[in-house]
T-cell receptor, first 116, second 111 residues
């Protein structure tokens, strides 16, 4: 158990809908990262937050947005869902901001999103 | 565009053998190279990582070899065990914080 929690574990929804995925980082970790893992795309970095501020952006679609709250939990919002958005969404956390040196990212168990 | 290319896609090794997974990167701004191990239904877990100023790092049966001039790094798993059967991802992390992952290698260790 990495200490990172993600809810829900599974989510089934329809095209065009909007969903919110939630992540609670390990106690003491200030950075949260979101990743998408699909069969044909591998593991894709979406976005990173550090202590409430956006720090790095990857291949995140405009239909997706994220935020990190004062209690450090983070939410990933996915809107206007398409079939191709079906994937595993992982959250990871680490102690430091990337700019201050590399440190270990601890991954949560993931949320499996199925868009029908 | 893919900046980290990982090979092979799948690998079958006999118990006790050496598993070797290779990655090549293109962006010289990367400054941290971790390897992750992922079991089915679980999130990736950090296995071992290296900085580009080091040519080799060993932790138990796992070794990373790093060739900065060739922009290549590899994971060696010595004395491979059935419990090592998993998907392995290499990654390259840039100073700006972006992480780029390889496509993964599915390792099967036969008893």
């Amino acid at each position: 158990d990495s200490g990172v929690t993600q809810t829900p574990k599974h989510l089934i929804t329809a095209t065009g809908q909007r969903v919110t995925l939630r992540c609670s980082p390990r106690s003491g970790d200030l950075s949260v990262y979101w990743y998408q893992q699909s069969l044909d795309q591998g593991l894709q970095f979406l976005i990173q937050y550090y202590n409430g501020e956006e720090r790095a952006k990857g291949n995140i679609l405009e239909r997706f947005s994220a935020q990190q709250f004062p209690d450090l939990h983070s939410e990933l919002n996915l809107s206007s869902l398409e079939l191709g958005d079906s994937a595993l969404y992982f959250c990871a956390s680490s102690v430091r901001d990337r700019g201050h040196g590399a440190d270990t990212q601890y991954f949560g168990p993931g949320t499996r999103l199925t868009v029908l | 565009q893919q900046q980290v290319k990982q090979s092979p896609q799948s690998l079958i090794v006999q118990k006790g053998g050496i598993s070797i997974i290779n990655c090549a990167y293109e962006n010289t701004a990367f400054d941290y190279f971790p390897w992750y191990q992922q079991f089915p239904g679980k999130g990736p877990a950090l296995l071992i990582a290296i900085r580009p100023d080091v040519s080799e790092k060993k932790e138990g049966r796992f070794t990373i070899s790093f060739n900065k001039s060739a922009k290549q790094f590899s994971l060696h798993i010595m004395d491979s065990q059935p419990g090592d059967s998993a998907t392995y991802f290499c990654a390259a992390i840039g100073t700006a914080g972006k992480s780029t992952f390889g496509d993964g290698t599915t390792l099967t260790v036969k008893p």
